[in-house]
């Protein structure tokens, strides 16, 4: 009975079975792999290949993150990411990332120095969201489309102090009309090997700004007779700021790199313009710039103020280029007040219209200086030029105040061994400066004062205009506030106190 009862007892057999042990072996065996086993079986490998599947899966996972972050050679690399082929620069580590839109690929190039590294490593990331991502985002909410991207990093250069490198993101965003869009992005840096600090094209020109508005100039020009970039876009896009990165192109040049299309002479692509340094290695004075770059000696015909013996422990000398002008006359009231004195830079053209100003700053005991007849930049021109531009200066000077000038600001800070030269067949002396207002650039009279104030010190030379109001308005303060901290206002004659010498230019450093 117990026997044929098997199958419709079976859950109180079972029962008796899990609870007893009085039952016959037998039966109780075929019951066991009917009920128990063989649903167990099915259990099992239903989960087995759930297992397999869920295992292979994270596999492929683990491997492709695997294969895609290890270091590999450049030159192994085909993908969608290319890596020029460089010999100091063979090495990239590639990674995946997970993003909504699917994988997406990034090498980061190795240079081998960390710090170096990892600036790169942060560029490429904001690469990657500022420029690229974004128009994908945005193209693949509207349309279906097919988005591909390279990034190149290029070694520039690369010796024992310094390193360049460009990154170039190429990008194409292909919409379902056919119709796309580049998205071409060009970043370049410099970096020094040893600290591994990158370093900006300000830093090689120290207080010396001027060189920096004369870079500009130089770029400016480039452009336009090499690719004839307009006069607008030039302004626009070549300014101290857009210069503020560069590239060593060898020890003796140094590059820009410029996106095409924000000139306006192309969809796509870049330009590179390349300056030789010793266009402005009276600028390049520093250690960082010595440090990049084969700086020449200064020349024969410049001499440093460090070397002179000055009137007094805290003198300032301020000098007034562009001018005469329409504030001159409040400027020379101002100085009166402090009891200062100061050195004018003159334009010839504009004497004639203000020369009983200038007939006043002279009476007053302030010092008249050449500033040119038309302000050019005086390497460009010919020897008869040059001459012409500062003799006819210096005879109205002469003709107005009864004395002819002795020294020259050469418009720009532009002066070279030519110029040197002329100066010195008519017995003038060059005077740079050694601090910068930049007052032309903001017309703001507390920027003036603050950054006249913030870098003055004994002995300096400050360049300023009296051809704007803002930088007349700004005297007071500069006065008041350097008087209060012990300052003489002195002319450039009183400040140098040595007998200057013709056709050598002098700035302090
Ligand atoms: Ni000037």
Redesign the pocket.
């Known amino acids: 009975m117990q026997k044929t009862d098997t199958d419709t007892s079976s859950s109180v057999s079972r029962d008796d079975c899990f609870l007893g042990d009085h039952e016959a072996p037998h039966s109780k065996l075929s019951f066991f792999v009917t009920k128990i086993v063989k649903p167990f079986l099915s259990i099992l490998l239903v989960g087995g290949v759930y297992f397999a599947i869920t295992a292979t899966w994270f596999y492929q996972q683990q491997s492709a993150k695997k294969s895609y972050s290890t270091t590999i050679s450049a030159t192994t690399l085909h993908h969608n990411l290319i890596l020029d082929t460089n010999d100091h620069l063979t090495k990239s580590v590639v990674t995946r990332e997970v993003s909504p839109y699917g994988y997406h690929l990034t090498a980061y190039p190795s240079t081998g120095i960390e710090p170096i590294d990892n600036y790169i490593k942060q560029r490429i990331s904001l690469i990657d969201t500022s420029s690229r991502l974004p128009s994908y985002t945005y193209l693949y909410n509207d349309s279906a489309q097919i988005y591909s991207s390279e990034l190149h990093s290029t070694l520039v250069y690369r010796d024992q102090t310094s390193l360049s490198i460009t990154l170039r993101s190429y990008g194409t965003n292909f919409l379902y009309n056919n119709h796309y869009a580049n998205s071409d992005y060009v970043e370049y840096f410099t970096f020094d090997t040893q600290s591994g600090q990158r370093i900006s094209t300000n830093s090689l020109f120290d207080t010396l700004s001027a060189g920096m508005d004369d870079l500009v100039k130089v770029v400016r020009l480039v452009l336009k007779n090499k690719y004839s970039v307009s006069e607008d876009k030039l302004q626009q896009q070549i300014t101290p700021m857009t210069l503020h990165n560069f590239i060593v192109k060898d020890r003796h040049t140094i590059g820009f790199i410029f996106d095409k299309k924000a000139l306006g002479i192309g969809l796509s692509g870049d330009v590179s313009v390349t300056v030789p340094i010793k266009n402005f290695s009276h600028y390049l004075q520093n250690q960082t710039a010595r440090r990049f770059f084969s700086i020449p000696p200064l020349d024969a015909h410049t001499a440093r103020l460090r070397s002179t013996k000055q009137l007094c422990q805290r003198c300032i000398a301020l000098t007034f ?2 001018g005469p002008g329409q504030y001159t006359d409040t400027l020379l009231s101002t100085l009166q007040n402090h009891e200062a004195k100061a050195t004018f ?1 003159v ?1 010839g053209k504009n004497i004639r219209r203000f020369n009983s100003t200038l007939q006043r700053a002279t009476q007053e005991g302030h010092q008249i200086g050449n ?1 040119t007849w038309n ?1 050019p930049e005086l390497p460009k021109l010919n020897p008869d030029q040059i001459r012409k531009e500062i003799q006819q200066t210096s005879d109205m000077i002469a003709a107005t105040t009864g004395t002819p000038p002795t020294i020259v ?1 050469p ?2 800070g532009a002066v070279d061994d030519k110029v040197y030269n002329e100066l010195r067949t008519m017995s003038l002396s060059a005077i740079l400066w050694s601090i910068d207002t930049r007052d032309w650039a903001n017309r703001d009279s507390s920027i003036v004062c603050q950054r006249a104030v913030a870098s003055a010190q004994p002995g300096a030379i400050i360049l300023m ?1 009296d051809i704007h109001r803002t930088t007349v308005e700004a005297v007071p303060c500069i006065l008041s506030t350097l008087h209060k901290q012990g300052y003489q206002f002195v002319t450039i004659n009183n400040l140098l106190r040595q007998p200057l010498q013709p056709g050598i230019g002098y700035f302090k450093k």
């Open positions: 280029d562009d830079f334009i500033h302000h600001r418009p720009y205009h």
